[in-house]
């Protein structure tokens, strides 16, 4: 199993810091809210936001949270979120996306590795993230086990232009540091 395939943290030997990074990135199509279309309420990173329009998934479809998830278990080569849980599942239908990040969590610290910050970019037209994003942070950070201030979660609009823009598609990117703890 890829999963077990890393070495432990601190095995290298080198008397160097043991870093590791990690990337994450999600898109998910959003359209109008259920029934009327097939968007899910408006989630990120945990936060319900009121909005008109939501993210179309499998799961909650959380764009931010499988980012997040996605880098974390990047940063220890690990199986990604899709290979982790699987999309066609029916145990995941609607499934809090919060489940997936502390699986991720567990298997950096079964890795021997702490978080030590990581920062996101959400992109999307509609809503406003400025107004959340405090909270969006403090939930990721909860989550992941460490202090508000190791993670910083910034908006972004698509210029209204391309899907992004025409309010059609949401994405998210997240960078994380790791260290051996
Ligand atoms: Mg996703």
């Known amino acids: 199993m890829s999963e077990n395939d890393g070495q432990q943290a601190g095995s290298s030997g080198s ?3 043991d870093l590791r990074i990690g990337h994450g990135y999600d898109l998910h199509r959003l359209d109008v809210l259920a029934p009327e279309g097939e968007g899910r309420a408006f989630v990120l990173g945990g936060v319900r ?5 939501g993210p179309v998934g499998h799961s909650d479809a959380d764009v931010l949270m499988h980012a997040v998830t996605d880098a974390l278990l990047g940063a220890i080569g690990g199986p990604d979120i899709g290979q982790l ?3 066609t599942d029916p145990a995941h ?4 996306s919060a489940v997936f990040l502390e699986e991720a969590v567990r298997r950096v610290r ?17 809503p406003k993230i400025g107004p959340h994003r405090s909270a969006i942070g403090a939930n990721l950070a ?3 086990g460490v202090g508000a ?4 979660v910034k908006g972004k609009t698509h210029e209204r232009v391309d899907a992004v823009g025409e309010e059609r598609a949401i994405e998210a990117h997240c960078v994380v540091l790791l260290t051996a703890q």
């Open 142 to 144: 909860r989550l992941i």
């Open 49 to 53: 936001i009121e909005h008109s329009r």
């Open 110 to 126: 079964e890795m021997g590795y702490s978080v030590v910050n990581l920062d996101a970019t959400v992109i999307c037209e509609q």
């Open 93 to 96: 239908e609607g499934q809090d």
């Open 15 to 17: 008397g160097a810091a």
């Open 149 to 152: 201030d190791r993670v910083n």
């Open 85 to 87: 849980f699987k999309d």
